[in-house]
């Protein structure tokens, strides 16, 4: 074996265990084979394990240096682990300390020990019992074997079996030199066993590194090291993973201090997890001891396990900071990395940043190679350069955004003017944000906050589109050294460790994470032209790609996410599709799946609102009725320029959904907007003529109605009933609706704070005013030139406390609330007919339970009066909204009135100035908050509540509405000669009876 490793990035890789593949000849004896680090005999072992060869030793490296590792005769070895058998099992010894393993035996089900028995620093023990749990209803046989020993490499495998059926193995790994303990767990019952291991000093302190910590008096830096006392944590549980994790006490290490020395339990290597989340390690502490289970079927994990001295703890490092504002976030800005603890370096060193990694999987040099153009073709610029030298908007905004605090985009700038200074300035910023991002990796390891999938890889791809574009105007060594850290970047994306692969079986969070992570790698990818791994990685790329497109468009063309996730996960495979087009790995413009769900995103258009002045993507989920998520529509734009050759009648129809949308050239980004309105936008491409009027009912979404009223779409409604929930609210049935060119009922755009998600705060019923999440689906749909009808059901078996107001706190949480709990079913069914030319609706509502229910309207409205059963309200425009209500009890009791605002862009969850970006939009804008009256009506179930809503001129005479006494019809007369009259078939189920028909 030789090879050698070449330090590139800077680092000082401190001394570390090394356990890598050994290449040597079939018939060579390990025994008498040590490594060689420049021709100097170290520490190792040599030893075969699942029919391969592996070495194991020690090394350190220095900042840009080399290193020749090889294997020799053996040299003198002197023991720096020893072992021993005796009655009470295996007992190894190092560094002072000791571990001691069950012996081999057969033991009552309720009495087999765990795989750990005895843990001791100096002589103090720090466990105080453990036991192996199964409800085989069998003894459990147990054999503890010594799998290798060497001068300073240990491995035993511990093995449970019971009836004849092997349930669960543990190997114990041990490097002499240092002081922790590998665990590598396969557990192979279909039924859950445990290991539960109870560690007897009294702890004091504690420290874990938690994303949402429910914890009493704890205290939480920036990096989420949550601090906390475990005396006043009595039995709450703390689920540990190697990789990060938004559950509520999930964590990615524990640390717990005593006066006898500290415990650390560290999970890493998530690529060898198996079912990740079923596997998870769950601490706790119970009556002054901290409880380890080690639960888990059918699956895998590694874990590492160290007692420590209080003063081996802490270590002071040289500061890593977020510097300037070049793609970091305002919040990130001037914060500094300068100590990290024992944990974190075990899940750097032996995990994510281990020397290990350079052998194989990270490689941050090679040949540098400039890309054809990852956005635009190099070959192409100068005529597009040419092409936007007299474009006012482009003019103005590189004169505004150098003025903007947070929206520089200087490789925009430099596209447009060529000027090397920019180009300068660039490298420096670069260099800059490459080397905090891989400093913190190399003092945190992985599962980190400010690390996590999107926290790099979205910020990652920008950098490095920055890097190609001022490619050919940077020097050798500067490029050299920037591709090379790119490169290491782009392995760590690449690496299952980092992101695991499903079947590690983590939840990986929401679904746009992961297009995130392959839309970036793919586009370094193209960046990294002639890297070794560039290829595979692009090849990786345009498979998820294909998969997502497969997989996340359903029939019609909807998303598996809400709408404005829908346009973010697109921002980013957009970017994607063109590097893979530009840089010949094909052309996913012009995929079909990706067609449909682009003319999805045209259908669900509103009509022109007037608060903004164009038509916006419905403001169903986690969306903002503001320009920030709105101007994502600019993506209309980027499909239209990239199929404007081969499908001109389909960009034809985008370009006019550009124009609907805003005609925005800049997508609210952090900093790429410029660029990307620089390569993709081009405002003179041809627009179709209108748009498309007519309703449909979308799988997995719900339905949109439409009606042109011979002014250009002035009335529509989008009602969400579909399977489809990631990042939608607790918002099933709710519905959206504008009339006479006016946003009428709406669904509040606050996207995240306000956190308007409560089931009651939204067009639909809640049922015991709590919230739920359950889903529906579409029974029926009938679009007509006179009515539209749509019936949908959803049934309700769980509920949730929330709040009854929105929570304005930017740190709210709603992992913190109650959990769900499940109540007898409800079905829900909801009627609506649309009816155009009487510009109402009639919405038919049945629950069918025990519980009592809210049914709920929120209107966009400055006043409200009720009368008996009819409710107007006064809208915008001098456009009237009447509310007639027909339903069982008395009418006084069961309706309220209340009303609600918010603020709009001047309460984001992210505390920016929006004024600071109003260069972006070539338009005024505004906060754009919302203020609604709210119509509640109390019922009990089963029972039907019936609402006719007509939209008037405020001059105008009130629809007259006719129920007889038993609510059995409804007759709708709007004063013109119309009439619409539903009546009974059946006891639950309305038809038309009358009235115009319906073609």
Known sequence: ????????????????????????????????????????????????????????????????????????????????????????????????RSVRMPATGVYPQDRAPAFIESLALGGREFLCGGVFISDSGKDISVV????????????????????????????????????????????????????????????????????????????KDFWERVEFSPGEQEGEVIKLQPFYAWDVNAGTYLAARS????????????????????????????????????????????????????????????????????????????????????????????SAQSICKLFTDIKPGYDVRTSPGVLVNRMDMPNLREKLKDDEFIVNALAAQKQSPLGVDLAGSFMIDDDRTTADTLVQWIGEWLASRIGFFFNLGYPSVHLECIALSRPLRDVAIDLDIISGAIGRSDKERLFASLAYLACITGDRDYWPAPE????????????????????????????????????????????????????GGAWAEAPTYHLASLSHLLVLAAALKNCGHGNFFLHPRLIETMEFLADIQTPTDPRCGFSMIPSLGDTTSNILTQSWQALFAWVAKNTFREMPEFSARMMRAWIDGG???????????????????????????????????????????????????????????????????????????????????????????????????????SIDHKSDWC????????????YDYAKIQTVIDRVQEWPEYPDRDPGFNFRSLPDPHEIPAHTWTREIFYLKKMESLLLIDRVDGSLPYDWNLHVLADSAARNRNRVTFGCMRDTVLDVHLHMPGDYDEAIQLSEWEHRGMDETRIPLSWRDYSWMWDREISAM???????????????????????????????GVFFDEKGHTVRIADGTGGEFVIGPEGEASFKLQGGEQND
């Open 504 to 555: 590690s079986g983590f939840d990986r969070g929401n679904m746009n994470f992961h297009s995130d992570m392959y839309a970036c790698l793919g586009v370094c990818a193209c960046v990294l032209n002639g890297h070794p791994m560039s290829g595979g990685w692009a090849s990786y790329a345009a498979d998820e790609f294909e998969k997502e497109l497969c997989r996340s468009v359903y029939p």
């Open 929 to 959: 908050g919302e203020k609604t009256k709210i119509l509640r009506v109390n019922m009990k179930s089963p029972s039907v509540i019936m609402a006719v809503l007509s939209a008037r001129d405020a001059k105008g005479e009130p629809t």
């Open 144 to 219: 503890t074997e010594l799998v290798f020993k060497g001068c300073q490499f240990f491995i035993a495998r511990i093995c449970y079996s019971s009836g004849g059926r092997l349930l669960a193995s543990a190997d114990i790994e041990i490097n002499g030199l240092f002081p922790q303990i590998s665990i590598r767990e396969k557990i192979e019952a279909t039924d859950k066993v445990s290991h539960s291991l109870r560690f007897s000093p009294a702890f004091s302190r504690a420290r874990a590194r938690l994303h949402t910590p429910r914890l009493r008096n704890h205290s």
């Open 775 to 786: 889903r529906g689906r579409v029974y029926e749909f009938i679009p007509g030139s006179g």
């Open 259 to 350: 006066d006898d020395g500290v415990v650390n339990i560290v999970p890493v290597h998530s690529s060898l997890w198996r079912n990740g989340k079923g596997m998870r390690l769950m601490a706790a502490f119970i009556d002054g001891q901290l409880v380890l289970d080690a639960p888990g079927a059918e699956g895998a994990r590694e874990w590492l396990l160290s007692v420590i001295n209080e003063d081996e703890d802490q270590m002071e490092i040289e500061p890593v900071k977020f510097t300037g504002n070049y793609n970091n976030y305002h919040y990130q800005t001037g914060r500094e990395l300068n100590s990290n603890y024992h944990a974190e370096r075990l899940a750097a060193c032996c």
């Open 663 to 765: 005609s925005m050239r800049l997508p609210f980004s952090y900093n790429s907007g410029l660029k990307l309105a620089i390569a993709f936008v081009d405002p003179e491409l041809p627009a179709a003529t209108g748009r498309n009027d007519s309703g449909r009912s979308f799988e997995g979404f719900g339905v949109v109605m439409k009606n042109d009223g011979g002014k250009d779409l002035s009335g529509y409604l989008v009602m969400k009933a579909g399977e489809i929930n990631n990042h939608y609210d607790h918002d099933e049935g709710t519905l959206i609706w504008y009339c006479r060119g006016v946003p009428l009922l709406i669904d509040y755009g606050t996207q995240y704070n306000p956190c308007v998600d409560q089931s009651f705060w939204h067009n639909r019923i």
């Open 1 to 96: 074996m030789k090879m050698e490793l070449c330090e590139k990035l800077g680092l000082q890789w401190r001394l570390q265990p090394v356990l890598v593949e050994a290449k040597l000849p079939e018939d060579a004896d390990t025994g008498r084979i040590s490594v060689y680090l420049d021709d100097e005999c170290v520490p190792s072992d040599l030893f075969q394990r699942d029919g391969r060869v592996y070495a194991s030793f020690a090394m350190s490296l220095e900042p840009y240096s080399k290193k020749t590792i090889s294997t020799g005769p053996r040299g003198y070895q002197r023991e720096y682990i020893t072992y021993e058998y005796d009655a009470g099992g295996l007992t190894v010894r190092w560094l002072d």
